[in-house]
């Protein structure tokens, strides 16, 4: 994930996209900014008081197992936001045409 973010920081300074593309770039980047320096985080902290025989409250398996599914959900959402920006670039900076919906 820090490699896709240094990336897109790159391609911002190396050509002059259009405001859309570069809002598509903001979201994904501090989205995976946010989960990497927060919510991993916060994920460990939990995990750490589980094993802290003293923590109060102590937090079970199933806290961490339900953090972890909100966890993996964000990483799919950001996933998606990363491939879009690929694809966008593949094809020279222009957002895709989407297929039309029945």
Avoid: T
Avoid at 25 to 51: D, H, I, P, T, Y
Avoid at 78 to 84: A, N, R, V
Avoid at 85 to 102: G, S, T, V
Wanted: net charge negative.
């Amino acid at each position: 994930m820090e490699g896709w973010c240094r990336q897109m920081e790159l391609d911002q300074r190396e050509n002059d996209l259009p405001d859309d593309i570069l809002g598509k770039m903001r979201s994904a980047v501090g989205s995976a900014q946010l989960l990497m320096s927060q919510k991993f985080q916060q994920f460990k902290e939990l995990c750490e008081e589980n094993l802290n025989p003293n923590a109060h409250p102590r937090p079970v398996a199933s806290d961490l197992a339900g953090f972890w599914d909100m966890l993996q959900l964000s990483i799919e959402n950001i996933s998606l936001k990363f491939d879009e920006l690929h694809q966008i670039r593949a094809n020279n900076w222009r957002l895709l045409d989407l297929p039309e919906r029945k």
